[in-house]
């Protein structure tokens, strides 16, 4: 599958928290979504980490999946911040990183593609890792 049409593909899955599969998936099914459509590769689940102070990125510097990256490239895992009860919480979202942009998936919106560089992302970006093998 070609990348254009696996991000067609994506963004027509409706967002579900906690969902794992085509018919409604959050922001980790994307990300397994991807790896396992571009490179057929079955990752970690991710889905024992909790939201919190530096949780999700905590979370996969413990795991031997994943190395952080100061620079992000194609493919790398883009860690970010999100806001639940109207509450900042640090590294509860990620996304995939891909031309410039970041592919993720919420509530309300779905998945989408945004620039990474907006205002809206920029802001958002608490860190990269880069899954071990493309090291």
């Known amino acids: 599958m070609t990348v254009t ?3 067609r593909n994506l963004q027509s899955v409706k ?5 794992r599969d085509w018919d409604g998936g959050d922001c980790w099914f994307i990300v397994e979504a991807w790896y ?7 990752l970690e689940c991710r889905g024992d980490i909790e939201p919190g102070p530096d949780g999700f990125l ?8 994943w ?22 919480i640090m590294s509860a979202h990620c996304g995939i990183f ?3 942009g970041v592919i993720h998936s919420e509530d309300k919106v779905g998945c989408v593609y945004q620039l990474a560089k907006s ?17």
């Open 5 to 7: 049409n696996l991000i």
């Open 36 to 42: 396992k459509e571009r490179f057929n590769i079955t």
């Open 58 to 65: 905590q979370g996969y510097e413990n795991t031997s999946e």
């Open 119 to 135: 205002r809206l992302i920029s802001r958002r970006i608490t860190g990269y890792c880069r899954y071990k093998h493309f090291m």
């Open 67 to 88: 190395v952080n990256v100061d620079t992000p490239a194609n493919d790398d895992l883009v860690i970010m911040s999100t806001v639940v009860d109207r509450q900042k």
């Open 98 to 100: 891909w031309n410039g």
């Open 15 to 19: 967002y579900l928290r906690g969902g």
